[in-house]
């Protein structure tokens, strides 16, 4: 079983980037954070690398997808109140990010979502797991 998680994102300006997400109120880890990389800290186990483009070019063959026109990945962070979920979305369209999906009540689970600056999508969500196991 996996320890820890690391989600590797390409992005254009990584100081752009850092200043966006610390503005939502994340904080980056020095030891993995130098001129071509950021790693943004999103739980205790749970990282997101952001790359400059063509530093994360060296880790694949593969193109690297338009975020703004694709999507490859759904980025989900689970947060402690419904509160928190609108919170945070103000804060990211506030930093220059935007709405990329309506928020939708499940009753127990509630989400909405962001793009940030190179348009990859953010869910955030709240789930109450009592009441989802009782449904």
């Known amino acids: 079983m996996a320890s820890q998680i690391f989600v590797n994102l390409p992005v254009k300006d990584l100081d752009k980037s850092m200043e ?6 994340f904080s980056f880890d020095p030891r ?3 001129a071509k990389a950021a790693c943004l800290i999103l739980g205790e186990n749970t990282f997101v690398m952001l790359l400059l483009e063509h530093f ?5 063959k593969k193109e ?3 975020a703004s026109k694709s999507t490859e990945v759904l980025i989900a962070i689970n947060v402690d109140t419904r509160e928190k979920v609108g919170e945070l979305i103000q804060k990211a369209v506030e930093a220059g990010g935007s709405i990329c999906m309506d928020p ?4 127990w689970m509630y989400g909405h979502g962001f793009a940030d600056l190179d348009g990859h999508q953010w869910e955030i969500l ?3 797991i009592n009441a989802a196991l009782q449904a």
């Open 20 to 25: 966006f997400f610390t503005k939502l109120g």
């Open 32 to 34: 993995f954070t130098a």
């Open 56 to 60: 994360f070019k060296t880790f694949t």
């Open 64 to 66: 690297i997808s338009d």
């Open 104 to 107: 939708e009540d499940h009753g």
């Open 126 to 128: 709240y789930m109450d």
